[in-house]
């Protein structure tokens, strides 16, 4: 059988940082906020078939040997689930730079897990494809449902999950993604997860995390523009202070990243209600009213330090399609 699906990579506005264990299961340290991004997508095409002597994985055009083993892993899972047997195919591409820290890991399995149950003849609930996903990489969990989502810590397997709060259609906001540069994180996330309890700082984050989804919480509802604006800059250097003060230190942003936040704030200055976020890489998340997308974008790209933008606003989750890839 073959299907295929398209998910969404997400920001997060209340991010998540360390891991409960077992670290296998990805059930996070605490809860987080996100939204699905509309021109961040992965598309994946998956098909079970007895013929087939072996797995095969090609993600962008480029045959995936070592770096393959987290897809076949989640494969294994899948034929487990779905008792059977046949190896798998699967042709995955992203319209997005991957592993630079606009999450390609969660579109990628959020996409790979709603088209390889499928495939496998699987018919999971939301909330099942959401837990089954996070068990491939923590964050496609949020690429499950629509629009805005909130990603539950849970203590089990069985409780940690996420589930839309509201649609996509519920706030006209933007994150335009200023790509600063291609090159590759220098440490995974994956691996930047074990060392958050190195951060003499992570504790405190943590007693402090679940007040400050309240807010943000409230904020949305409200749809209070700046004070959800203010709250995700201070969120998104928050989390940066972790990375730097862990052991090693993790220090993923660069000049041109510094200079944009910089550049952000002096446009605010100015009368333009824009604010940032950022994730795990070097790229600057711009979040405004749809309204001002287009000045953002261009004030952005006018920029020698910005290589190209990329406008998205809120999306909806996984979802089948019918344009196969192969």
């Known amino acids: 059988m073959k299907a295929t699906a398209v998910a969404p990579s997400n920001i997060a506005f209340i991010k998540y940082w360390g891991k409960k264990v077992p670290y296998e299961l990805n059930i996070p340290a605490n809860s987080s906020i996100s939204m699905n991004l509309s021109n961040l997508l992965t598309t994946t095409t998956v098909e079970f078939n007895s013929n087939f002597s072996k797995d095969t994985v090609i993600i962008n055009e480029e045959r995936i040997e070592g770096e393959s083993n987290k897809v076949i892993r989640h494969l294994e899972k899948i034929r487990s689930l779905a008792k059977i047997k046949d190896k798998a195919k699967v042709v ?106 190195t951060s003499p700082f992570f504790e405190t984050r943590l007693e402090k995390i679940s007040d400050k989804i309240k807010l943000i919480k409230k904020y949305m509802k409200e749809k209070d523009f700046e004070k959800f604006g203010e709250l995700i800059e201070q969120e998104a250097l928050e989390l940066h202070a972790i990375y730097l003060t862990s052991k090693p230190s993790l220090i993923y942003l660069l000049p041109a990243s510094l200079f944009l936040i910089h550049m952000i704030k002096k446009w605010r200055e100015n009368g333009l209600q824009v604010y940032f976020t950022l994730n795990t890489g070097q790229d600057v998340h711009l979040i405004c009213q749809k309204k001002d997308a287009k000045k953002v974008s261009a004030l952005a790209n006018n920029l020698k330090e910005v290589q190209k933008t990329i406008i998205n606003e809120p999306s909806k989750g996984a979802h089948i399609s019918s344009d196969h890839l192969f």
Do not use: M
């Open 92 to 197: 995955s591409k992203n319209n997005f730079p991957s592993g630079t820290g606009l999450s390609s890991s969660a579109s990628g399995f959020a996409a790979l897990t709603l088209a390889g149950t499928k495939a496998a003849g699987l018919d999971l609930s939301e909330k099942e494809l959401s837990i089954f996903s996070r068990q491939g990489s923590g964050s496609s969990c949020r690429s499950i449902p629509n629009g805005f989502a909130e990603w539950i810590d849970g203590k089990s397997n069985e409780t940690s999950y996420a589930a839309s709060i509201y649609p996509e259609t519920y706030w006209d906001i933007v994150d335009v993604v200023a790509v600063v540069s291609r090159d590759k994180k220098h440490i995974s996330s994956t691996e930047g997860h074990k060392l958050a309890s």
